[in-house]
């Protein structure tokens, strides 16, 4: 029986016969891998209309340290500007309908000439009105509200004038934003406390369709939960602000937040989220069969660029002793001809170069698939479904990767290093010695000096093979190396 297997496996490989086999797996695994990803890239547009409508205005997203809760964040945040874009431009087209009698094409370019010359959107309306006085005499019944004309007019205006400021993000962080090309606008969070800002008269920059984002809201301690009296005590008005959200912005604003653990903000605040999610994992989404091709493009030009060292530098002939003469003593040094020729300037390298950045245009056009869990509770964070309760829905939102990374600044508290630097009144090196003093203060002098001239020489030697590695081509060679 075995040896009938046999047989019948040596017969199928001398045929040829499993190369159909191979060649018929690789097809269904590509056309397999095209299908993936293409369901990841229909499935943004629904991840669009899902952002847009259903997880309401103020969302607070939570995940373990380095989880992925700023990349969602990012992801989100382009995902609203595209539903914000398409939302102003409805409305354009919704009064283009319903006013008939208009030139829009004159109507528009009346607007930029105004926009371009710093005219605010209020301004404009007010002297456009006169120029169009019969046509926006009436008003709108769609059977559920009346509008007037006027009030048509003016939001067309309105819109026109806030796609023309091609920005919709304002962060408490540096942003990207992929959609218009722009960076975020400044977003202090002392504008959020209505009731500070309407008794001091400070600044109040927030327009409509904006998203608004505040990353890592647990650094600020104040409104942590054990601080509540501060809060109270306070009154600034966050919580208000919070409180009349959608009714301040006439539910075209979104509010994004990152928390590290959500129940320890503040509960009067937390408690306004419309959707906290939990970022359960997240993964990549992209060609893998491309990305394999070129791996193994990438594996065989390294593979000739090695033979190709061979050819050139043979064994044992690759590696040579030089002598030369630094500050009047001679050295000798080991160079290592293939690893040397390696950093060169080469046609191998620039052939590299190229598939290496295919492989990094390829990641960027991937798209990150995060399984969520929505909760509707702080308190419920991190529980678990169970036959009789229900704490959570469970949801996967697909983004391009390009909208989630290389958008925001992830390292955005760097800074304090640098500061603390600044400050620091030792060098490493100074606090080393320092404590190598500590350490050696029981050792004998002959000791020391053994130990200060070892260091001396190897500092010497250090100097020698980087002067020896510059000048290696034009140094010749005095014997070979025995390598046993």
């Given at each position: 029986?075995?040896?009938?297997?046999?047989?019948l496996?040596?017969?199928?490989?001398?045929?040829?016969?499993?190369?159909?086999l191979?060649?018929?797996?690789?097809?269904?695994?590509?056309?397999?891998?095209?299908?993936?990803?293409?369901?990841?890239?229909?499935?943004?547009?629904?991840?669009?209309?899902?952002?847009?409508?259903?997880?309401g205005?103020?969302?607070?997203i939570?995940?373990?340290i380095?989880?992925?809760?700023?990349?969602?964040?990012?992801?989100?945040?382009?995902?609203?500007?595209?539903?914000?874009?398409?939302?102003?431009?409805?409305?354009?087209?919704?009064?283009?309908?319903?006013?008939?009698?208009?030139?829009?094409?004159?109507l528009?370019?009346?607007?930029?000439?105004?926009?371009?010359?710093?005219?605010?959107?209020?301004?404009?309306?007010?002297?456009?009105?006169?120029?169009?006085?019969?046509?926006?005499?009436?008003?709108?019944?769609?059977?559920?509200?009346?509008?007037?004309?006027?009030?048509?007019?003016?939001?067309?205006i309105?819109?026109?004038?806030r796609?023309?400021?091609?920005?919709?993000?304002?962060?408490?962080?540096?942003?990207y934003?992929?959609?218009?090309?722009?960076?975020?606008?400044?977003?202090?969070?002392?504008?959020?406390?209505?009731?500070?800002?309407?008794?001091?008269?400070?600044?109040?920059?927030?327009?409509r369709?904006?998203?608004?984002m505040?990353?890592?809201?647990?650094?600020?301690?104040?409104?942590?939960?054990?601080?509540?009296?501060?809060?109270?005590?306070?009154?600034?008005?966050?919580?208000?602000?919070?409180?009349?959200?959608?009714?301040?912005?006439?539910?075209?604003?979104?509010?994004l937040t990152?928390?590290?653990?959500?129940d320890?903000?503040?509960?009067?605040?937390?408690?306004?989220?419309?959707?906290?999610?939990?970022?359960?994992?997240?993964?990549?989404?992209?060609?893998?069969?491309?990305?394999f091709?070129?791996?193994?493009?990438?594996?065989?030009?390294?593979?000739?660029?090695?033979?190709?060292?061979w050819?050139?530098y043979?064994?044992?002939?690759?590696?040579?002793?030089?002598?030369?003469?630094?500050?009047?003593?001679?050295?000798?040094?080991?160079?290592?001809?293939p690893?040397?020729?390696?950093?060169?300037?080469?046609?191998?390298?620039?052939?590299?170069?190229?598939?290496?950045?295919l492989?990094?245009?390829?990641?960027?056009?991937?798209?990150?698939?995060?399984?969520?869990?929505?909760?509707?509770?702080?308190e419920?964070v991190?529980?678990?479904?169970?036959?009789?309760v229900?704490?959570?829905d469970?949801?996967?939102?697909?983004?391009?990767?390009?909208?989630?990374?290389?958008v925001?600044d992830?390292?955005?508290?760097?800074?304090?290093?640098?500061l603390l630097?600044?400050?620091?009144?030792?060098?490493?090196?100074?606090?080393?010695?320092?404590?190598?003093?500590?350490?050696?203060?029981?050792?004998?002098?002959?000791?020391?000096?053994?130990?200060?001239?070892?260091?001396?020489?190897?500092?010497r030697?250090?100097?020698?093979?980087?002067?020896?590695?510059?000048?290696?081509?034009?140094?010749?060679?005095?014997?070979?190396?025995?390598h046993?």
């Open positions: 029986m075995i040896q009938d297997l046999l047989n496996l040596q017969s199928f490989l001398v045929s040829g016969r499993w190369m159909y191979v060649a018929i797996g690789a097809v269904i695994f590509v056309i397999f891998d095209i299908l993936r990803f293409l369901h990841s890239k229909d499935n943004y547009s629904t991840t669009v209309g899902i952002v847009g409508r259903f997880l205005y103020i969302m607070y939570t995940a373990p380095r989880g992925g809760k700023t990349s969602l964040m990012n992801g989100m945040s382009h995902a609203i500007q595209e539903h914000l874009i398409g939302e102003l431009q409805s409305q354009m087209q919704r009064t283009q309908v319903i006013i008939t009698t208009i030139d829009y094409n004159q528009d370019q009346d607007i930029m000439a105004r926009y371009e010359q710093g005219m605010k959107p209020v301004a404009i309306y007010e002297q456009l009105k006169e120029v169009y006085p019969f046509d926006l005499v009436g008003s709108y019944d769609d059977g559920l509200h009346v509008i007037s004309y006027l009030d048509l007019f003016a939001m067309y309105y819109s026109l004038c796609l023309l400021d091609n920005n919709f993000v304002m962060s408490t962080q540096p942003a934003s992929r959609i218009t090309g722009t960076q975020a606008k400044d977003l202090k969070t002392e504008w959020m406390e209505v009731k500070l800002q309407h008794e001091q008269g400070g600044p109040y920059p927030i327009e369709y904006n998203v608004l505040e990353d890592d809201q647990n650094i600020d301690s104040k409104k942590e939960s054990h601080n509540h009296y501060v809060i109270a005590k306070e009154d600034a008005g966050k919580n208000l602000w919070l409180r009349i959200f959608g009714h301040l912005y006439k539910e075209t604003c979104y509010y990152t928390v590290q653990e959500a320890r903000i503040v509960k009067v605040e937390r408690e306004l989220a419309t959707s906290i999610l939990f970022v359960e994992s997240f993964s990549h989404v992209e060609l893998q069969s491309l990305r091709i070129l791996n193994v493009l990438r594996l065989i030009i390294r593979i000739m660029f090695t033979m190709f060292l050819i050139r043979p064994w044992p002939f690759n590696k040579r002793k030089f002598r030369f003469e630094e500050n009047g003593s001679s050295e000798s040094i080991l160079v290592d001809y690893k040397e020729y390696r950093k060169r300037p080469s046609l191998w390298k620039k052939v590299d170069r190229v598939v290496l950045v492989q990094e245009r390829l990641f960027s056009r991937s798209y990150l698939r995060f399984k969520l869990r929505k909760y509707s509770k702080a419920e991190g529980r678990l479904n169970s036959a009789n229900k704490y959570y469970e949801m996967i939102l697909h983004f391009p990767t390009r909208y989630c990374f290389g925001f992830t390292h955005a508290f760097a800074f304090v290093h640098e630097k600044r400050k620091s009144s030792l060098t490493y090196e100074e606090v080393a010695e320092h404590l190598m003093f500590l350490a050696n203060d029981h050792k004998s002098p002959e000791d020391m000096a053994a130990i200060a001239s070892k260091g001396e020489q190897m500092l030697r250090g100097t020698s093979v980087a002067a020896a590695a510059a000048k290696a081509d034009d140094l010749q060679p005095v014997d070979f190396i025995d046993h």
